[in-house]
């Protein structure tokens, strides 16, 4: 965060935000803000946080001029506190130290030891601050993302807390999937759905931000527009090459060399490259009935190829598997086996009919 910037809601949340922030007197003491990855749920905790502590809203939203605004711009408010994974924190720009590592530790190697998951300790410090009389008797506000970065003592250590909430204290919880969280925990927390935004909203906000053919990268998203700006400034093409290598050895008349492919996927977190194969085996079911491709239209020859010589069978239960290797992309057991594994997978699904 810099010093002259506070968290501010993105255009497409304004309205909601307003309607949401407008009842204060019966606020709930505990949020679940939970929608698709990328259309800027944290960004809209944060930027809630900031409006709850502000001193002199303006339409429920934060003035940003008063003290407490300031202090948030300057990341040392007394009563803000952001629980996440230390490696999110480092993504994030904070000089995190992972709890293990060693003052005399290098930096690579500290980076390396950042956790990904919300650690017990990480909560249990919150007591103390539980403790204290809020700033000026305003909120407290304890924004927690993502929330299934908890693993399950941290989540009950969580819900401990949420069962008997203090005092003037709101907990913000952000979350892609809240199937994976503790359903007692989600019992506990209101739920605030957000929406994808209207793709009008994301275009004109996309172009702002310098991006051409903002259209094209919103489809590859799955109209995400966070996620489609990240790739755009990072890619050159909205489908991934690797993608279009394995569709063009789908449709090669020689035996497919799954070698390049496995090894291109490797390089990419286990995550990203099932979500990109999931989005195309919907084009593929969409081919099948000759309708458009809604991922990657760049692709929509060689997909509607593919569809229209593979078995209808083979592409369904390919799709299955695909969503049950989601379920476990953040922790593989060998993620190089993996990508091999889905490789040879999906070529013989497009080339060979059914898998058994």
């Not at 800027?40 to 303006?58: M, V």
């Not at 003037?168 to 209101?190: E, G, M």
């Amino acid at each position: 965060m810099t010093d002259a910037a506070i968290p501010v809601f993105l255009p497409w949340q304004h309205e909601t935000a307003q309607r949401w922030l407008a009842d204060r007197e019966r606020f709930a003491h505990a949020w679940l803000i939970h929608g698709l990855a990328g259309i800027g749920k944290t960004q809209f905790a944060l930027a809630a946080a900031t409006a709850l502590l502000c001193e002199n809203p303006q339409s429920g939203m934060a003035c940003g001029r008063c003290s407490a605004c300031q202090w948030v711009a300057l990341g040392n408010h007394p009563d803000l506190r952001r629980i996440r994974p230390d490696a999110v924190a480092a993504l994030e720009g904070d000089d995190t130290e992972p709890a293990d590592a060693g003052g005399d530790e290098s930096t690579a190697t500290s980076k390396k030891t950042l956790s990904k998951e919300i650690r017990i300790d990480q909560l249990r410090q919150l007591h103390t601050w539980f403790n204290t009389a809020t700033h000026r008797g305003g909120y407290r506000v304890a924004v927690i993302y993502p929330a299934e970065s908890m693993n399950a003592i941290s989540a009950n250590a969580l819900l401990k807390v949420l069962e008997e909430p203090p005092a003037n204290t709101v907990f913000l919880l952000v979350a892609d999937a809240p199937d994976r969280l503790l359903p007692t925990l989600v019992s506990r927390c209101r739920r605030l759905p957000l929406a994808v935004p209207d793709q009008a909203w994301c275009i004109d906000w996309m172009r702002a931000q310098g991006v051409n053919d903002p259209q094209t990268w919103l489809d590859a998203a799955g109209g995400a527009p966070l996620k489609a700006l990240k790739a755009a400034q990072g890619n050159e093409s909205a489908c991934p090459p690797w993608l279009m290598r394995l569709a063009q050895e789908a449709l090669a008349p020689a035996t497919p060399d799954v070698g390049p492919i496995a090894d291109a996927l490797e390089k990419i977190p286990v995550a990203e490259w099932v979500d990109v194969l999931q989005r195309w085996f919907v084009d593929l079911m969409l081919a099948l009935h000759s309708a458009p491709a809604r991922y990657y239209p760049d692709l929509a020859e060689r997909t509607g190829k593919l569809a229209r010589s593979a078995s209808a069978q083979a592409l369904a239960d390919t799709a299955r598997w695909l969503t049950q290797q989601r379920a476990l992309a953040d922790h593989p057991l060998n993620a190089k086996l993996l990508a091999h594994t889905t490789a040879q997978r999906v070529l013989l699904a497009l080339a060979r009919g059914p898998v058994q």
